[in-house]
C-alpha cells in the first residue's frame, strides 16, 4: 500500500526582547548562571507576575508575520507539573484563548509550485530554567540555571499541511525569514532561538483521515529536520506493512546514530486559567500601530526587486531573503551601482567573506557606502575585478575609503593603451611557441598570452583592453 | 521574639515622624504579609525560615504614613480559616491599634465579630497584592480590623491605589475614604436575603433581628430579596479555591527555604516528603480537593468558574436595586476558631464568603446585633468601589 505522510510543526521561537517575560531581569540565558534573576522568575512567596508590554509587541508582530488573526482576548494559563526546572508547579502558557489564530505561509513544494501551509495558532508562554546535570566526584548532582526561567517564547503550531520532510524543512525556512523580517528573534535553530517539534502520522494515500501521530523532538537544525521526518516516515510505514499498530508517543531524534528512539513518556497536565495576569485586550488602534510598524515583507520585496531593478527571480529572492541583506542592497544600488552588479558581488563576494570572518551583514564593517564605492570604481573601469576582490579583504581591515586603499596600493588599473601595448609587445617576444601555438589554431594560447600579459602588469592591466590588443598584434 | 499572640515581635518599632496620616498608629500584620527582614512563615511549615526579601506594597504604605508595626499576630496555615488565629487577640489586649488580616473566606469579618470589633474587606483590585503571600489570589485581600470605623478609614486611604507591582489590579477609581459621606449616594436601601436567614438556627435569626431593627431605627429602608443560587456561593469558592491553592502551594518545595526532608532516594521523592512533612491536615486535605479538579474534573472546575460568573451578575443585578446587602457575619453553632476541617471551615464562613467570591466590598459591623449571650455581626455588603460608603453607613448606625 502507498502511504502518505501527514506533517504538523510546533516550533519555539525565543522571542530578542531585552527583559524577561514577567519580570525586568534581562534576557541573557548565556550569563554567567544564575545572574538574571529576582524574585518574581524565582518565584519566592508574594511575587507577582508583571507582565512584559515589550513581549507582547514582539510575540504580536511574529503573528502578524505569520499572517494570523491577532485575537481581541487572549489570556495566560498555568500549566501545571512539578520537575525542578519549574519551582512555582505552574508554567504560565496560553492554552485556552492563544494570541493568534488561523495564519498561512507560502511555501515552495518540490515541484516547484507554491503551496499554502496553515498556522493553527500562536500562543505566548514563558520558558522554564535549564537543568545541568554534573558529577561531584561519584555523586551526580543537577544544577539549575534560572537565567532562562521566564524567558518570553512564542509557541507555533501549524496545521497538519505537511506531506513531507522537504514541505517541512521548507515551511521552517520561511517561518524564520518572515520572523527575522519584523525583528522579533533571530530563530536560529543551533542556538536554540527556534526549536521545531514535528508530529507526524500515516495514511494510505488518497484517504483523509487523521492517524495516531507521532511527536519527533531534539533536531537542532532544518537538515535534521528533514532527516528525521524521512526516518520517521520510513519507521512508521515499515510498523504498518509488519502490521504493527502506531501508539502515541513521543521519540527523541540521535543525530549521530540518525534515528529516533522513544522517550520516557512525558507527563502531561491540567492548564488552569491564572488569576493573577491580567487578560490581554487589543485594542483596534493598538493592532493598527502594530500593523504599520510591518516592514515590507520578502515575497512582496522581491518581488519590487524584480520589477524596479531587472533583476532575475532567483536574484530577486536572494537579495530580498533576509532584511539587513535587502537594506544593504538597496543602499548600495542607492549609490547608483547597476542592481546585476550588485547583486553579483554580493552574492559571490560580500557574503562568502562575512561567511568566512562569523559576522552579519549588520556587524559588518563594510558598510554600503564603501562597498558601492568600490564597485563604482570597478563600474568604470578604475579597477579590475581581480583589483577589487582584493581591496573588498583590505576593506574588512581598515576604516579607509577603498579609493585611499586602491591610490595606496597602486591597484589602479592599467587602461593607458600605448602602456599597454609595451606589455604586450614584451609577452609576445618572450613567449614565440604560444603565439605559434596560436597561429595553428590552438585557441587557449590566447587565454594564456592574456594571463602573461596581466601578469606582467602586476594584475592591473585592464583585462578587456589587453585581449583587445593581443587579438589586434595576432592578427586574428 | 514570639510570644503566645505574636509569632515576631518587632523589638524596637520605628519611631515615626508626627507627620505622616497614621502617624503613631500600632499596627499588627499577619506573618504572610512581607516585612523585609521579617520571619514570614505565613503559619506554615513549608516557609519555616524564610525571611521577606523586601516590603509588600501595603507594608512600604503604612511605614510612609508613619504608622508603627508592631510584629506578625499567629495565624492559621497559609491563612486558610481561623484555627490558631491571634489577631483579634492583639487588639482586645491592646498591642495594637488596628490590625491587617487576609480575609479568604471571610476571615476578618468573622474574626472581628467573634471580638467585638470592625472589621472591613474592601473591593477586591483596590489594594495591591504585591509581597501578600497568598494561597487564592482571586479571592483573597488585605482586610483591615479595628475598634471602629474611624480608624479603619485612614487606614484604608494609606494602603489602596493603584501599584506598578501588581498588575493584576484593574485601573479603578479609588473612593477617597471619607466617614462624612451622607450626601446623595449615601446608603439607604437595605436588602435581606432570605436564603442567608435561612441558615439560621432560630436562636441565630434571633440574635440577628436587633441588627435589622437598629437599621430602620437609622433612616435605612429594609427589603427582603431573593437570590435563588445563594447556595452556590459555597461550592463554587471551594471548587475555585481549592485550585488556585493547589496551584499557589505548588512552589512549596522545600528546596530553597520552608522546611525540608532529611533524606531522600531522588528529587521527586524529596518533593513528597518535604510536602507531607509540612504541610498541616486541612490544608493537606483543600490542597487535594484542587488537584483532584486540576487532575481529574477539570470540567467540574470549569462549571465553577462559570457559575461564578453567574453569581457576580446575580448579586449585580440584586445591587442595581439596593445599596446593599445586609447578612449576619457568624453563626453560633459554627465557630470559626474551632474549624479545622475544610468542611467546618467552609460552614464557619457561609455568610461572608460571598463576599469573596464576587469581589464586593463587606464590612463587619459590632454591637448592633445579638441577644446579649451571642452577637453574629452586622455585614453589609455594597457595591463595587462603593468602600467609602459602606464606611459611612456604618459609623451612621453607631452615632
New interface residues.
Given amino acids: 500500500m502507498q502511504y502518505e505522510a501527514v506533517i504538523g510543526l510546533e516550533i519555539h521561537v525565543e522571542l530578542n526582547c531585552a527583559t524577561k517575560m514577567f519580570c525586568d531581569c534581562p534576557n541573557r540565558p548565556g550569563d554567567e548562571p544564575n545572574r538574571n534573576t529576582c ?1 518574581i522568575c ?5 511575587a ?4 512584559s508590554g515589550e513581549a507582547l509587541e514582539k510575540a504580536a508582530m511574529a503573528c502578524l508575520a505569520l499572517n494570523c488573526r491577532i485575537q481581541e482576548r487572549s489570556a495566560f494559563d ?1 500549566k ?1 507539573y ?1 520537575y ?1 526546572d519549574l ?4 508554567q504560565l502558557s496560553q492554552a485556552h484563548r492563544p494570541l493568534a489564530r488561523d495564519g498561512w505561509l507560502d511555501i515552495t513544494g518540490e515541484d516547484g509550485k507554491p503551496k499554502k501551509i496553515g498556522i493553527h495558532h500562536v500562543h505566548m508562554e514563558e520558558d522554564v530554567a535549564k537543568l545541568v546535570h554534573e558529577t561531584e566526584g561519584r555523586t551526580p548532582v ?1 544544577l539549575v540555571d534560572f537565567n532562562r526561567a521566564g524567558v518570553p517564547l512564542v509557541e507555533i503550531v501549524t496545521e497538519p499541511d505537511m506531506r513531507s520532510p522537504h514541505e517541512a524543512m521548507e515551511l521552517v525556512r520561511v517561518l524564520r525569514t518572515q520572523i527575522r523580517y519584523v525583528g522579533s528573534s533571530e530563530c536560529s535553530m543551533e542556538s536554540g532561538t527556534l526549536r521545531v517539534d514535528a508530529n507526524i502520522s500515516l495514511r494510505p494515500k488518497g484517504t483523509t483521515r487523521m492517524n495516531t501521530k507521532v511527536e519527533v523532538k531534539n533536531m537542532n537544525s532544518i537538515r535534521h529536520l528533514g532527516d528525521a521526518i524521512a526516518y520517521e516516515i520510513q519507521r512508521q510505514t515499515a510498523s504498518l506493512q509488519s502490521g504493527e499498530p502506531i501508539v502515541l508517543h513521543t521519540r527523541l531524534w540521535d543525530p549521530e546514530k540518525k534515528v529516533t528512539t522513544a522517550m520516557r513518556g512525558k507527563f502531561s ?2 492548564c ?2 491564572d ?4 487578560q490581554i485586550v487589543v485594542s483596534d488602534a493598538w493592532l493598527r500601530a502594530m500593523t504599520s510598524k510591518l516592514p515590507e515583507m520578502p515575497a512582496r520585496k522581491a518581488e519590487r526587486f524584480a520589477g524596479q531593478f531587472g533583476l532575475g527571480r532567483e536574484e530577486a529572492v536572494m537579495m530580498s531573503a533576509e532584511r539587513d541583506l535587502s537594506e544593504y542592497f538597496e543602499a548600495v544600488v542607492g549609490r547608483g551601482i547597476n542592481p546585476k552588479t550588485a547583486t553579483h558581488w554580493l552574492a559571490t563576494q560580500f557574503l562568502p567573506a562575512l561567511r568566512e570572518r562569523r559576522q552579519s551583514v549588520a556587524e559588518s564593517t563594510v558598510k554600503p557606502d564603501r562597498f558601492a564605492g568600490l564597485l563604482a570604481m570597478l563600474e568604470r573601469d578604475e579597477i579590475n575585478a581581480n583589483a577589487a576582490r582584493g581591496i573588498l579583504s583590505r576593506l574588512f581591515e581598515t576604516d579607509e575609503a577603498p579609493s585611499a586603499i586602491v591610490e595606496k596600493s597602486g591597484a589602479r588599473q592599467i587602461s593607458d593603451t600605448s602602456a599597454l601595448e609595451g606589455i604586450v609587445e614584451k609577452v609576445l617576444a618572450a613567449n614565440a611557441s604560444a603565439v605559434s601555438d596560436f597561429r595553428n589554431g590552438v585557441s587557449k594560447a590566447l587565454g594564456f598570452l592574456i594571463g602573461q600579459a596581466m601578469q606582467a602588469s602586476g594584475g592591473r592591466a585592464n583585462p578587456k583592453l589587453i585581449r583587445d590588443i593581443l587579438t589586434k598584434k595576432l592578427g586574428a | 521574639m514570639p510570644t503566645h499572640i505574636f509569632s515576631y515581635r518587632e523589638p524596637s518599632p520605628s519611631r515615626p515622624g508626627t507627620d505622616g496620616a497614621l502617624s503613631g498608629m500600632k499596627v499588627a500584620l499577619q506573618p ?1 504579609m ?1 516585612v523585609r527582614g521579617w520571619p ?1 512563615e ?1 503559619g506554615s511549615k513549608a ?1 519555616e525560615r ?1 525571611v ?3 516590603d ?1 506594597t501595603v507594608v512600604e504604605r503604612l511605614k510612609h504614613a508613619g504608622a508603627v508595626l508592631v510584629g506578625n499576630t499567629r495565624m492559621s496555615e497559609l491563612g486558610f480559616g481561623l484555627a490558631g488565629d491571634t489577631t483579634s487577640r492583639a487588639l482586645s489586649e491592646g498591642h495594637a491599634d488596628c490590625a491587617l488580616v487576609t480575609d479568604t473566606l471571610g476571615e476578618a469579618r468573622v474574626a472581628a465579630a467573634t471580638a467585638g470589633l470592625w472589621g472591613f474587606k474592601p473591593t477586591y483590585g483596590i489594594v495591591s ?5 497568598g494561597l487564592v ?2 479571592m483573597e485581600s488585605y482586610s483591615v480590623i479595628a475598634a471602629n470605623a474611624g480608624v479603619i478609614a485612614p487606614v484604608m486611604q494609606v494602603i489602596a491605589g493603584r501599584d ?5 489590579m ?1 485601573d479603578l477609581a479609588i473612593p477617597e475614604f471619607r466617614l462624612d459621606g451622607n450626601g446623595g449616594d449615601a446608603i439607604r436601601h437595605v436588602a435581606v436575603l432570605k436564603e442567608s436567614l435561612a441558615l439560621l438556627s432560630p436562636e441565630d435569626g434571633k440574635a440577628f433581628l436587633p441588627a435589622l431593627s437598629r437599621l430602620e431605627k437609622a433612616g435605612f429602608s429594609l427589603r427582603e430579596e431573593s437570590m435563588a443560587e445563594f447556595d452556590l456561593f459555597r461550592t463554587v469558592h471551594q471548587v475555585v479555591g481549592a ?2 491553592a493547589s ?1 499557589s ?3 512549596y ?1 522545600g ?2 527555604y520552608g522546611h525540608r526532608a532529611a533524606s531522600a532516594k531522588n ?1 521527586n521523592e524529596m ?1 513528597l516528603k518535604s510536602r507531607a512533612e509540612s504541610f498541616g491536615l486541612t490544608v493537606k486535605a483543600y490542597l487535594f480537593q484542587g488537584a483532584y479538579f ?2 481529574e474534573n ?1 470540567d467540574a ?1 470549569e462549571d465553577a ?1 462559570r457559575i461564578r460568573a453567574r453569581l457576580v451578575k446575580a448579586m449585580e443585578n440584586l445591587l442595581a436595586r439596593v445599596d446593599a446587602v445586609a447578612f449576619p457575619t457568624q453563626r453560633k453553632g459554627h465557630p470559626a476558631d474551632k474549624a479545622e476541617t475544610v468542611s467546618r471551615i467552609y460552614e464557619a464562613f457561609l455568610l461572608t464568603l460571598a463576599a469573596n467570591v464576587t469581589g464586593l466590598p463587606a464590612l463587619q459591623i459590632p454591637g448592633v446585633a445579638g441577644d446579649g449571650a451571642f452577637d453574629p455581626g452586622l455585614q453589609l455588603v455594597g457595591k463595587r468601589l462603593s468602600d467609602a460608603r459602606l464606611l459611612s453607613a456604618g459609623a451612621r448606625l453607631h452615632r
Fill in positions: 524574585p524565582l518565584w519566592f512567596p508574594g507577582i507576575a508583571k507582565f498555568q501545571v512539578y525542578p519551582p512555582k508547579g505552574f543537577s497536565g491540567p488552569v486559567p488569576p493573577s495576569v491580567p | 504572610n512581607s514570614a505565613a516557609l524564610y521577606a526579601l523586601e509588600a497584592r504585591f509581597g501578600l503571600i489570589p482571586s506598578e507591582r501588581d498588575f493584576s484593574p485550585v488556585e496551584s502551594a505548588g512552589k518545595d528546596v530553597r528529587w518533593y486540576q487532575f477539570y472546575f468558574c
